[in-house]
């Protein structure tokens, strides 16, 4: 089992940055592939960006290619969110999940069994 704890949420405004954090516990934690999901007020939860196991190949929604970056340490039992040039409507409760099944693809949340609490992130126009 994998427990799943994010920080680093707030508020900022527009074109400002967030780093967001993911710290796993259990031993297996580098076996797993993780992704970032997102649930803005009165939405569904949607896939942000994903990364595999050892870090080598990385995924993003096109809401947020080119201005989110997905990072590991693997070392340090971490994933990373890092957030560039925010829009209101990124607006959102961000989880970061472990990917424990291979059924379709990074995106779809039926291949995530473990999820963290959540961080809000508050974009101000």
């Known amino acids: 089992q994998v427990q799943l704890v994010e920080s680093g949420g707030g508020l900022v405004q527009a074109g400002g940055s967030l780093r967001l954090s993911c710290a796993a516990s259990?031993?297996?934690?580098?076996?797993?592939?993780m992704g970032w999901f997102r649930q803005g007020p009165g939405k569904e939860r949607e896939f942000v960006a994903g990364?595999?196991?050892?870090?080598?190949?990385?995924y993003y929604a096109d809401s947020v290619k080119g201005r989110f970056t997905i990072s590991r340490d693997n070392a340090k039992n971490m994933v990373y969110l890092q957030m560039n040039s925010l829009k209101p409507e990124d607006t959102a409760v961000y989880y970061c999940a472990v990917r424990y099944y291979y059924r379709r693809s990074y995106s779809y949340t039926g291949d995530y069994a473990y999820w963290g609490q959540g961080t809000q992130v508050t974009v101000s126009s």
């Open positions: 259990g031993r297996t934690f580098s076996s797993y592939s």
């Open positions: 990364i595999t196991w050892s870090g080598d190949t990385t």
